[in-house]
């Protein structure tokens, strides 16, 4: 087996797995270089390369760096390593962008180009949703069709019909295993305490929760009392989603769909910004 099929087979394992990963490839050498168009690795968030081979010292420095910021900002981007005298003669320095493209410089003595292309490959983002409700069937239909990792976690004898999730837990838990969470609270009236205590012993970017503002109020004195931080308690929205004058189940669970992806993608609209 060739090191380009390990890594293909390794991409494919950590796609199921749901591992974030950076995919290098050399896509244009010019003059002595030791990897030649086509070379892949797999480059980890610790910044180890933990398949394939792009070259050595030359190009490694360079890949790493942008592997991590494409990891940040979730967008690929595209890497020319040149010799300083090369460089010069375009009016560039190490770390300009020109036209998409990023510039380092090859300290090799081969003084070779090399060109690799940097691909972030992301876990889907995680949607846990509490509750049953129509608001919550909604969210699943709609979260799917936007690549959603979905959990539901509610009683299985509340569910009818079981929708189509990813994973489902019978009650209000979930596990602390995701980086990248987001979760909703649409229980309405049945479970909602229970649901919201649950929804705030887990990471999550977002924790939005289906109901008037007065619900949520007495929720938030009743957890206080409990002992619930106001910091903690502050992660609440509600009720959740942009303000759009949504009324059917369909129309909230749009509105929240649009609150995530604001925050979502407010990290990479920076960063294409700049």
């Not at 890594?7 to 002595?32: G, I």
């Not at 019978?170 to 609270?185: A, C, E, K, L, P």
């Not at 502050?234 to 959740?240: G, R, S, V």
């Amino acid at each position: 087996m060739t090191a380009h099929v390990d890594v293909l087979d390794l991409v494919a394992q950590l796609r199921d797995a749901e591992k974030p990963f950076v995919l290098a490839t050399v896509v244009r050498t010019l003059s002595v270089t030791a990897a030649k168009a086509g070379a892949k690795a797999i480059i980890s968030p610790d910044g180890r390369i933990e398949a394939g081979w792009i070259g050595g010292g030359c190009a490694r420095g360079a890949a790493l760096k942008a592997a991590r910021e494409a990891l940040v900002d979730g967008r690929s981007r595209l890497i020319s390593i040149q010799p300083h005298e090369l460089l010069a003669e375009q009016g560039l320095r190490p770390g300009d962008d020109r036209e998409g493209v990023r510039f380092a410089k090859n300290m090799c003595p081969s003084k070779g180009t090399m060109d690799i292309f940097i691909e972030p490959v992301l876990p889907r983002p995680s949607l846990v949703i509490f509750g049953s409700s129509p608001v919550a069937l909604a969210l699943i239909e709609q979260a799917r069709l936007l690549g959603y990792h979905i959990t539901l976690a509610a009683p299985a004898s509340e569910i009818p019909e079981m929708p189509y999730v990813d994973k489902f837990n019978d009650g209000f838990s979930v596990s602390d295993d995701v980086q990248r969470r987001f979760i909703v609270i649409s229980t309405q009236g049945r479970g909602d305490e229970a649901a919201v205590k649950a929804a705030l012993a887990v990471q999550a970017e977002y924790r939005g929760f289906v109901g008037s503002g007065r619900k949520m109020a007495s929720l938030r004195q009743d957890l206080a009392e409990a002992g619930y931080e106001d910091v903690l308690l502050d992660t609440l929205k509600a009720p959740a989603g942009l303000d759009l004058g949504a009324i059917t189940p369909e129309e909230i669970a749009m509105s929240i769909l649009a609150e995530i992806t604001q925050l979502r993608r407010v990290g990479q609209r920076h960063a294409a910004q700049s």
